[in-house]
Structure formats: C-alpha cells, structure tokens
C-alpha cells in the first residue's frame, strides 16, 4: 500500500467520524465484554487487504470514546484544533527524532523557539531553558531528579546517601509519590501537606514539616507546588511557596501541566504569580492550549541543571553540532517523537494572542457553569473560583452512580472527584472550542437524563 492510499483511507475514515461525531457525540457505549464480538482487532501470520483493513480501521475509530465533542468533559484535555492537527501529521510523516540536529535538523529550532518563548512567559533570563517529555508524570519526574541532584550533585555516580525527603500537597497529581519510588527517595518519605478550603497548600504546615524533618536528621530536597489541582483546580501560592524553599535552599518544582496555561493570559497570569521564582515548572500544552497529547514541557530557570542530571556522552550520537542543539542530552528518552511541532504550527497560526484567548475562553465557561449551579435550587456547588473545573452535585444522586449513568447510556462523558469527605461530578472546561450553548447543553442533557430515569433518583434517596 502507498502513501497516497493510505492517505486516502485516512480521509475517509475521518470524513466519517466527523459525520457521525454530528449526529452521535458521544460514542456507542462498548463494554469490554463486547470487545471481540464488535471489533476485527485480531493478528494473523498473513496480513489483510486493503478494504479488509479500512473497515476494521473504521469500526475501531468510530467505537473510540469522543474526546473533541462538546460531550466530553471527562478529563484534563479536549478538543480539537486544526492547526495543531496538522503540525502533528507532518511530524508523524516525517518522523524525526529529537535527540540530535543531524536528525532532526531544523525541528530543534522549532523547540528551542517555543522554551525560549516560555521562558519569557515565566519571567526568566537568558540562563533559563527547558525540554519537551511524554507527558506530565515524566517532567514532573524530571523536576524532581534535578532537585535530587542540586542537594547532592554526587548521588549520580555514587547513589543515595542519606534520606531525602519531599513535600507535595495532599491534592496533588499521584505522580509525586510515584516519582519519589523511580527516584530512589522512595514512596515514603514523601510529605502530604494539609491543604486550605479551597485546596491549596498550607504553606505554614509546609514549613512545619521541613523543619521537623531537619530536626531527625533528614534532608529535605523538593517542594512541589500544584498550579491546577485535579479535583478542584486549585492554584497554590507560589511565592510563598518561594519564600520558604528559599529559607531551607529547597528545589521548588511547579507541576502546572494542568492550569499552568494561565502564563499566557494578562487576564489569569496572577494565578501562577511567583512563577519567575520557581527553579523548574511543568506545563502540558495538550491540557489547556488544546494541542493534542502529548505536549509537556519541562521549564528551568537555569538550564545548566538539565545538563548536570541528564547529560550523558555517546559518541555514536552525538557526532555533530553544538550541544545546545543536541537535545537528546538534556532529555529523559533518547529517541524522542517530534511533539514540538504541532504545538508550534497552532501558536505560529494563531499568536499568543490567540492562545490568551483560548485560555480566557475556557475560565468564562466555568464561571458561566458556576453561575448556573449556585443559582440552581437542585444543585450543590463544591467549587472555588477563578479555575477550570466546576464541582457539583445534583438533586443528591451520588456523583458516582450519575457519571456511570451517563456514560453507559452514551449522553455525556464527564467524571467525578473527591475532596475532604465529600465526593461529586467534576466538570472541566478544558475544550475552548466549546462557547455558552455548548455548556448550556451539557447542563440541559444532564437534566434531561435524570427526568428519564426516575432509578438515578431513587438511588439519591
């Protein structure tokens, strides 16, 4: 098969979905028992032909859950922009790695223009840089082994000496605890800091915690601050944050893969305030600026810290050209998918401007959600202001039982999420292509669903 045919089966497969995403925006509900009675996903010694292959490939795309739909608000991303589409099908074609210029050539330069531009947002210096990585877990990781690494610059040749601890919100990503075990600082010598009302860290608790540690001995080597909690989309305050690691001479790490997108908003900015402060932050272009996953960066206020925990020498790699633009000694993987150009080809398209207002767009719509659930007799508001996610309840029936609801019967796909004790549907407002009749529609179909199905109520009662 050429190319050119498979090209052709490619617009003919996604001529369909988008026809059926009209009609149906939310997929067939599939159940995992249904799996092989629905779909051809079978291997064989002997390939297939050509039409055999469309049609399994169409079956499989058109059961796919709909992440681009006005129905999906399920989780952290969503939407679809075109543009960016069309940078991550170019770099699929010419598949590029990332590690080196001799491979990559000009697509270095790509990425080296988006963490330079970054790095403005961030309100740092020339000595600041940053790479791209898989995902928000592994830049958070990588945050956390240069924190490791800027306590004792000898734990990568010798290993750990001594116990290292860490300290995160109880609302944080689950990545922490996790990054601690890959690290070697281990699972349990990472600190839950008690949060406010509104989910952000305490940050007298914080200090309290390092300086009991310090008391027995320990060696506190990270903060992790959260710009954009899963559950309640909370920003904490970074320059308190900022004050204290600088008292104790602590790496202070950003996870912003989630809200961190405010950098590019006038409007929002105020919400990661101290971020010029930081030492490393993460940030998730595949989250809030709609390009598609995975786009995660990781930022540090001076690169040379990526250097001292990444670089390693090879010398069937790295054969020429400047180490600035070798990129793969500066980065966790070696062979790196190009992700960098599909986050470049929708910001050449639309401007920062443009990526401002596709922040902004997306906290009107959970202000609009707001306003509608606090001023709604049979909705029970759990959220805090100025974020993405709106948490609610609605007419008592347990958020569990109406999110699965939901999803088996193919209405919407949203999730829920727990604070404290309480428990209840988490709506994020990541798809900025959506605007007020989208989000009106949501409320509408979810109120229309609980009117057909008097059994949700009974479950509520």
Known sequence: MSVKQSLDIFNRIVRDLLADEAIKPVADHLPVSALDDRLDLSLGMDGVDAEHL?????????ATPRTAT?????????????????????????NNSMATYKAAGPQIAVEKTII??????????????????????????????MGRDAFDAKVRHSGMNGRMTVYTSTESHYSTPKNAAFSGIGRDNVRHIATDDRGRMNMAALRQAIVDDKAKGLNPVLINCTAGTTVLGAYDDLTAAAAVAR????????????????LFSERHRHLVAGA????????????????????????????????????????????????????GKTSLQCG????????????K?????????????????????????????????????????????????????????????????????????????????????????????????????????????????
């Open 54 to 62: 469309e049609k399994s490939l169409r079956d499989l795309v058109l």
């Open 70 to 94: 006005p129905a999906f608000f399920n989780q952290l991303f969503g939407g679809r922009q075109e543009q960016a589409i069309l940078g991550d099908l170019l770099a699929v074609v010419l």
């Open 116 to 145: 330079s531009e970054v790095c403005k947002l961030m309100g740092w210096g020339e000595a600041s840089g940053g790479t791209l990585g898989p995902g928000g877990s592994m830049t958070n990781l990588m945050g956390m082994l």
């Open 247 to 262: 008292e104790f001479d602590i790496w202070l790490h950003v996870d912003g893969a989630y809200g961190g997108s405010a």
């Open 276 to 327: 010029d402060l930081v030492d490393s932050f993460t940030l998730n272009a595949h989250k809030m600026l709609g390009t598609p996953l995975s786009c995660s960066l990781i930022m540090v206020r001076d690169k040379a810290n990526l250097n001292t925990t990444f670089s390693n020498d090879a010398s069937y790699l790295y054969q020429t050209d400047h180490d600035a633009f070798n990129p």
């Open 336 to 347: 790196r998918r190009n992700d960098a150009l599909k986050f470049w080809v929708l910001w």
């Open 349 to 461: 398209s639309i401007g920062t401007k443009g990526l401002a207002a596709f922040v902004d767009q997306q906290f009107h719509l959970a202000d609009l959600a707001r306003d509608y659930v606090r001023n709604h007799p049979d909705y029970t508001d759990y959220s805090v202001d100025e974020t993405v996610a709106v948490c609610f309840n609605y007419k008592g029936i347990p958020a569990q039982t109406l999110c699965t609801a939901l999803y088996e019967h193919s209405q919407l796909l949203v999730g829920y999420g727990s604070f404290r004790d309480t428990t209840f549907v988490r709506l994020v407002t990541i798809n900025g292509s959506n605007g007020d009749a989208e989000l009106r529609a949501f409320f509408a179909k979810l109120e229309a669903f609980v009117a057909e199905h008097p059994s949700l109520l009974a479950a509520a009662a």
